[in-house]
């Protein structure tokens, strides 16, 4: 069984000089957290921790100037936040109201993949945006 504790702290930094650099380090993490997320939605969903840190992390030290254990961290944040939300969606997939009703009344949803089928079904050949 796992068990997971969470703790919600407040820093107390002694002067101005160091509440500054704390907030441009999280800035950064930040950052990082959203291009690695960019890189995730924009390749396929890739979420091998080791293929996006072959091909991120000098970017993200470099770029971010993160220093090597954050780089690392904002990897494996960005992948497990993704692996969290294909988990979610596994549980309890999203569903989309037909506006039918069955035999006792009760509303009939599609979950999103059959809707996907359906759409693909009465129309296989969607017309382009151009």
Do not use: W
């Not at 068990?3 to 407040?10: G, H, V």
């Not at 930094?13 to 650099?21: E, P, S």
């Not at 999280?26 to 996006?52: G, T």
């Not at 999203?94 to 059959?114: F, N």
């Amino acid at each position: 069984m796992l068990l997971s504790l969470t703790i919600k702290a407040k820093l107390k930094l002694d002067n101005a000089a160091d509440a500054a650099k704390f907030q441009v380090t999280s800035e950064q993490y930040r950052s990082a957290c959203n291009h690695v997320s960019e890189y995730i939605f924009n390749n396929d969903f890739e979420l091998s921790v080791i293929k996006i840190h072959k091909k991120l992390y000098r970017d993200l030290r470099q770029h971010f100037g993160l220093k090597s254990q954050l780089a690392s961290s904002v990897i494996k944040t960005t992948v497990a936040r993704y692996k969290t939300v294909q988990t979610q969606l596994r549980r309890k997939p999203m569903a989309y109201a037909t506006g039918k009703k069955d035999k006792k009344g009760k509303e009939i949803y599609l979950k999103s993949l059959q809707r996907s089928a359906l759409a693909l079904e009465t129309n296989p050949f969607p017309a382009s945006a151009s």
